[in-house]
Each structure stands twice: as structure tokens, then as C-alpha cells.
């Protein structure tokens, strides 16, 4: 496994190949995770980030190709959740005497996760300490993706330690973006800002416009998750300011479920209506689809069109978490529609229309239902209401 990442800076984290979910089960993952942690070899031996407190024994080894754990100087916890910084009891055993630098917001969440713990030093943007030949300064960076989080930069090697910003979840032996497959990469770099970081996307345009000011050259972005940038490093900050700012396609995203077949017709008419206007979609039946991968098409997405039977005078179950997912992450530039069939009393379109709206999403056109099974004239309409919401999505 490569770990240099460059004269005296090693990775010496961990890597969790067959992990399947994250945040609990908030978030799906197909390719593992790693737990990236760094060290650097100058007077100060200074460790950068930790690692779940259940790989330890994998940082610890890997630490000591390089020094003995008890004879680090400094720790700086860029990010205190506990995939980064659970294992800090650990160390500490090692070496109670480690400095520890955290930002603000760091000096709440370490205590808080690790009672106890008192050598914090606190440091906020512009403050810098010299270690040896290096100098290494800090920038708070709260809301990508919490409020404690900070950057590490080095200047003397060009490299910014970004915690969880600009990172994906992807284990790998590389630990480069250049040196592994760019399209699995890119998925999972955009899966992981539409599903963590969307939210915040106001405070994060904020914060890289302040970074930015800095005008701090940078090489290599070293994440807390996933392989780093040194290629165009710039090219992930690019995509932060385009997923932050709500830039869309020319594409919808369809999610539906059904009972007896009928939403699932109306949804195949609602798709031709917008591809044979120019529109590309994405079509999702609702029980069987991947939340997170759903809200990830649905980032750059212009048209989120949501339908499903009524059931107990309401929606179906399996549709309740995708419309609460939309209005928990406030996706920006979005226009939206609802669909749907019922037996006797027909609530589904009111009830989607209502949760499209709680999702600050706007609607496009009036909803269409019909009573059980959708007849000829029933898909046509259909059809228009595709059309319709592809001269709105044209329209910008």
C-alpha cells in the first residue's frame, strides 16, 4: 500500500473494505470507507486526525513504521465525530502528555465525546504553529460539516488536511484520485455532498469564498475520507461551489410505488413526455431504490416528479423517508409534480404535493390522478404533464 504522500508526510490511517452503511444506516456505501489520518516527521512528530476507535490497533501500526506513539508531540482533531476521533482514549493511554489542538467548536465536541480530556489548545483562523521546518495553519471551516470543523494547512509542502470537505467513501490501496477509477470516484465524491453536506450548502459558499481570500497555494488535498487530489487539486473545490450553488441539468428524477402496476404505467408516460422533449431522466421505483443514491441523481437534477397510490387515506410507506429526505436536505433550483391512483377517496396528490412544498421544491404543474387502473386517455395526460414539465425545465 502506498502511504507517502510526500518528504516526511505519511497517511497512516485505516481502511473499512465491506462497510455497507454510515451515520448508522443514514447513509449507504458500495465501496468500504477509510479513516484517514496523517503524520508528520519533523522536529514536532505531529499527528493529524484519528481514526474510528474500532481500527485503532490499524493506526497504531501504522504510526509505528514511523515513531513510537509515545513519542508524538502534537495531535490536531481537525473533526471530533467519532469516526475521527473515538480512538483518542486509546492514544492517550499511549501518551497522555500529547498536545492537542482544536478549534472552537473542537474544544466542545472533544470534551464532550471524550470526557476528561484537558491539554486542548484552541486555535481559529490566521493562528500557526512552527513545528520544525514546517508551519502548520489553521482555518475554521464550521458546516463542512459540522460546527467544529477546521482546516490543516502546510505551506511548505502546499498540502491542506480538509477533514471531512472535499472527501468520498471509497477504501482503496491508492491513496490518489489520479491513480484509481475516476468515475466510481466521482460518484461517490458527489453521493457524499448531496447526502451530508447539501444542507449547508449556503455556509459552505461562504466558507470557500473566505478560504479562498487566504490565497494559501494548494497541491494536494488531503480529505478525512477517501484517496487525495494532487492532479488539479482545484477541480473538487470547483464542484463544491457547483453542487453548493444548485446548478441543475436538463434531467428529472421520477420516484414512485405501486400496488397493482397502475403508478408505475403513469410513471413510464410521465418519462416519454420528457424525453421526447429533450429531457433525460431517471426512473425509481420507490420500495427497491437506495435513498442515497436517488438524492444523489437528485442534486443535479432540475424536476423531482413523486407519485404513488393512495393508502389509508394517505402515501404509501416506502415514499414517507424520500420526501422527508427532500425537505431535510433543501435542495436548491428544484421544481417538482405529483401523480398517482386511488380507489375511493384519492388524498396521494395532495398529500405529495404537500411534502414537495415542505422541500421548499416548487410546483410545476397541477397534479394528475386517476381512480385504479390508468386507461388510454388516463397516459396521455400523462405524457402532457411530462411535456409540461419539460417546457418548464427548458424554460430554466
Known sequence: MKRQLCNDIYWVGALEWSKEFFHGHELSIRHGTSYNSYFIDDEKKVLIDLVRCSQHEDLFRHIEEHVKIEDLDILIINHAEPDHASSLPEILKRNPKLEIYVSRGGNISVTRHTPGV????????????NIGKRTLKFFEAQMLHWPDTMFTYCPEEKILFSADAFGQHFAS??????????????????????????????????????????????????????????????????KYVEWASGKTSDSAVIIFDTIWGGTEKMARAIGRGLEENGISIKIFAAGAADLNNVMTEILSCKAIIVG?????????????????????????????????????????VKRIEEGLSNAQIELAADGFKCQFNPHEEDLQKCEELGREIAAKIKAG
Open 118 to 129: 484537558k491539554q486542548l489548545n484552541v486555535v481559529k483562523t490566521g493562528d500557526s504553529i
Open 173 to 238: 490501496s491508492e491513496r490518489f484520485a489520479d491513480e484509481i477509477d475516476n468515475k466510481g470516484l466521482w460518484y461517490e465524491a458527489e453521493k457524499y455532498f448531496a447526502n451530508i453536506l447539501t444542507l449547508y450548502s449556503p455556509q459552505i459558499l461562504r466558507k470557500i469564498e473566505e478560504f479562498q481570500k487566504l490565497n494559501w497555494e494548494v497541491g494536494i488535498i488531503a480529505p478525512a475520507h477517501g484517496v487525495c487530489w494532487r492532479k488539479n487539486p482545484a477541480q473538487i473545490i470547483e
Open 308 to 348: 404513488c397510490p393512495t393508502l389509508n387515506n394517505g402515501l404509501m410507506p416506502t415514499l414517507m423517508p424520500f420526501l422527508e429526505e427532500l425537505r431535510g436536505l433543501r435542495f436548491k433550483n428544484k421544481i417538482g409534480a405529483a401523480f398517482g391512483t386511488y380507489g375511493w377517496s384519492g388524498e396521494c
